[in-house]
């Protein structure tokens, strides 16, 4: 509580943005955006709050449990707060463009909210900036994806990562081979996202080796994916290990430096992708970058599988703390009777002008109080001393 009894405080999971770090946000975001655009992805922009039949549908459903609902007062339907903007996206993609050329690309930037936050990201409002390519099943589509993103992150200046190749169809396609009970099935995906290779032996028994096999070969893709490409795996889980090898040779075409792992068992964060799946990790903070994969656009009442689709999200939060915040370096501070032009002329060379308010003070005093680097000197900006 404030003196004046003014509450403050604020949900869990959610925070004010002060000055200097919300322009850095807005200027990645915007920056992140420009990318995308150029390289021929259209921004979209999506509702906040949608009716919850149609927010929770198809590549929707995976969210149900992390959605905000709320009734609409007008037409006494049920609605929910967007917890991701991917699904909105499919939505757009067989409505409002469902005759528009393909393959489709279209960004999106916006805010989501959710239920809770997780360990590594305790936020529940989180920024998104993303990329869809709907239309194409072709394995290039899915190196497009990645690099785009790796590209992007590294446009705004950030650096030291690493991408995460995962295969969320691989494990589902293996344990569908095996007669376990449902129970036994929950059991052995929890083991697997432990990486306990103890407890998938207890649960599996001795169909556990195909599953310790997988879990071995997690790590820097030269040194994994020749090994991996030795098992002897079932129909569906061999095309998708033959889909990540195509991704792969793409990705060393065309970004030889770019590090790669593979984990073939990483299902969580994944779950309404159908295809590859790809996380940005990077040692300079704990959350990921991105995380995107292949999915399918599809309406919860579709008898048909529904389009073919790949996209990636990008984490503003975390790339922010990979980036230097320099917005301060450019602050001169003008004086009381400094004309509009003078202003524009100074802003057109990139700088951010703060005008005095009174012609009394001096300005390099000044200047320093309300944090600028410069002050108007009879010759220009002149840099505050001390």
Known sequence: MTEDGENTLLPTGLRDIL???????????EKIITFFGRNGYERVKTPLIEFE????????SALTTQTFRLMDPVSQRMMGVRADITPQ???????????????????YAGDVLRVRGSQLRP???IVQVGAELI?????????????????AITAVGADNF????????????????????????LDLRAALDRKDPEAIKRVAGSSADILADLMIFTGPVETVLPGLNELNLPDIAREERSRLEKVVIRLRAESPDLRLTIDPIENRGFEYHTGIGFTIFSGETASELARGGRYRVRASNSEDNGEKA?????YVDSILDMIENSTKKSRVLVGFYTSRKLKSELQSKGWTTVSALDDSIDLSDEAKR???????????????KG
């Open 89 to 107: 996206i499919a939505r757009i993609a067989r409505t409002l463009l469902s005759k528009a050329p393909r393959p489709l690309r279209l960004s």
């Open 53 to 60: 039949d149609g927010l929770l549908s198809g590549a929707g």
């Open 19 to 29: 000055p200097d770090d919300a322009a850095l946000e807005a200027e990645t975001v």
């Open 162 to 185: 690493s991408v995460d190749l995962t295969v969320p169809r691989l494990v589902p396609s293996i344990l569908e081979q095996l007669d376990f009970s449902d129970d036994t099935l």
């Open 370 to 384: 309300l944090a600028c680097s410069h002050y108007l000197g009879e010759s220009g900006p002149e840099p505050i």
């Open 310 to 314: 790949t996209g990636v999200t990008l």
């Open 123 to 125: 936020g529940r409002q």
């Open 135 to 151: 239309g194409s099943g072709s394995s290039l589509a899915d190196a497009e994806i990645i690099l785009l993103a790796a590209d």
